[in-house]
């Protein structure tokens, strides 16, 4: 059996305790540290997963040689910084979504990663689930005949503290780049890439974030992506893909699905794929696979593909107005 | 019992015969006279609903002084022209949905009514169904807390015959027209209105008219609705209002809508209202009500709201570049 595949995690916030969870049920990775900027919190998260390696930096984590990849996990806005701190020392890096603030950190990370030489991936979860095997399976069997139309929202009601994360403009806040990403990256997924022709609107909340946007997506050959989302209002929280012969929806929690339905004018199928936990650990066993082939990106999630989706989310917000005191 | 309210019928194509089931459910209605430019069409229809006069041209039913209101049944290209011709007679009249083809018709046949000073009404039966009291009750008292956002669709696959009324410009073809007046009527009963700011997309097929769309309408509270319509592709067909507290969801399909569902964090609402017949009694009493009244419109589907819509599609069709032979 080979050794286990050792992963460091880099802020142990709420996706960060998910994320271990998901690793626990693994039997062939494992924990090895955690860093924060804040010792105690190292330890505690250390303590009840039991890591044998806590630090009270970002740099010392970094600078742990015996980890084959760390999970940046903290507040969107750090995203750029903290992964490009741990390519540097030459780890492998799977960043949680949105991969970066703006456009600008999305390509100093991606050049960051090409120049080292090192292993980069969004950790856009959601679209390693086993549910989403089956999904892929009947698109690619033509189970909906050609593909129409893809109608995706992830909304709900956060408690609108305009300190939040959700609602500051320092943290990355509004819904597009903190849920919308979720509908934006499924239709990528989905479509194998987004489109030119674009038309949005969003309401702009006191703190001028993005409160709720709805974007819709034309395709070069005519299909649709009519897409919602926002942190003020709940919404279904679903996935459809409509074709010319019939509907696959992926019920709500969409991007933690466990069953998905294709529907024809003569049939209902049902399938359903429980996880084996939080389902973070998908995305976990795809880094541990890559690395160990030695590739530099996942097939299932590229580069090229997490550029495009922070650029249209980046073109978006210059359009609603939605600025981060970071942005040039 | 007062004298029952007496119908003539112009055009008894697929609709006339819904609305016709519709009458014969009202115990105090009667279908009295039916025009076709067929004769023969008019005297087969009039045979099925035992309707005692049957013409062979519009003119000769416009003529007919025994009846109390003229239900308008063309295509949408002849709305207008037909509209005018009943309302130039002194016929109240009641029109098939979409009320006009373009601004331009919507507003000669509103001018018209007024100048004459007789009853027109836009015929959006679908607000006067049952249920549809039952959800403004709720919206009235407030259930789902502040009103947030409407979903809404109406797509459905034709037959996709380019020469079919669904496909064909000179025919209004097109989803908007035909069904996506169904979702932005919708909205307006909801919100009292349709807003300036709009974002829309529209796949344009090969004889120029839109095949699938979708419209994002964004209100001066931040508000939005988010609208599909098509007639190549089979959609949801429901209605959700979400509010800060809950949401309403009329399911499949809401244009004939038998139920309607409320939902809160803490409990779920589902109430019945079956129909008489089709669902076009309702809309009928509605007229009936107001010609007896003395109204020349009626408070529930005022003109300046048909005037509204009209406008509202004719503007997404510039933007669109969907143009009808007969568009100025």
């Not at 129409?148 to 408690?159: P, T």
């Not at 933690?256 to 973070?280: F, H, I, M």
Request: proline letters at 6%; a neutral charge.
């Amino acid at each position: 059996m080979p050794a286990k595949f050792r992963w460091g995690i880099l802020a142990p916030g709420t996706i960060a305790h998910k994320f271990a969870a998901g690793i626990q049920a693994l039997p062939d990775a494992e924990l090895v540290a955690v860093g924060s900027r804040a010792l105690e919190r190292a330890q505690d998260f250390a303590a009840k997963y039991r890591i044998p390696r806590a630090y009270g930096s970002y740099q010392e984590l970094a600078a742990d040689a015996e980890v084959d990849a760390i999970y940046v996990a903290t507040p969107h806005h750090l995203h750029a910084e903290t992964t490009i701190l741990c390519l540097e020392r030459g780890h492998a890096v799977l960043c949680e979504k949105p991969f970066a603030g703006n456009s600008q950190q999305a390509e100093a990370m991606v050049a960051c990663a090409r120049r080292r030489g090192v292993f980069l991936m969004e950790a856009m979860w959601s679209r390693f689930l086993p549910v989403m095997d089956v999904v892929a399976e009947w698109l690619k069997q033509g189970r909906i005949g050609e593909l129409r139309r893809v109608e995706c929202d992830f909304s709900f009601r956060g408690d609108g503290n305009p300190l939040s994360r959700l609602l500051n403009p320092a943290l990355c806040g509004g819904g597009l780049l903190d849920v919308g990403i979720y509908p934006l990256a499924f239709t990528s997924w989905v479509f194998g890439g987004l489109p030119q022709q674009v038309a949005s609107l969003a309401e702009i909340g006191r703190t001028g974030v993005d409160e709720q946007a709805g974007m819709l997506l034309l395709y070069p050959g005519g299909a649709m992506a009519v897409l919602t989302c926002g942190v003020r209002t709940q919404g279904q929280v679903s996935a459809r893909i409509l074709g010319t012969e019939g509907s696959i929806e992926i019920p709500s929690p969409f991007f933690c699905a466990r069953e998905a339905v294709l529907r024809t004018p003569q049939s209902e199928v049902r399938e359903r794929r429980p996880l084996l936990a939080t389902g973070y650990e998908y995305e976990a066993m795809e880094v541990a696979r890559c690395v160990r082939a030695g590739l530099l990106e996942s097939p299932a999630m590229r580069l090229e593909e997490s550029l495009d989706l922070t650029r249209f989310m980046t073109r978006l917000r210059a359009e609603w107005g939605v600025r981060y005191p970071f942005d040039p």
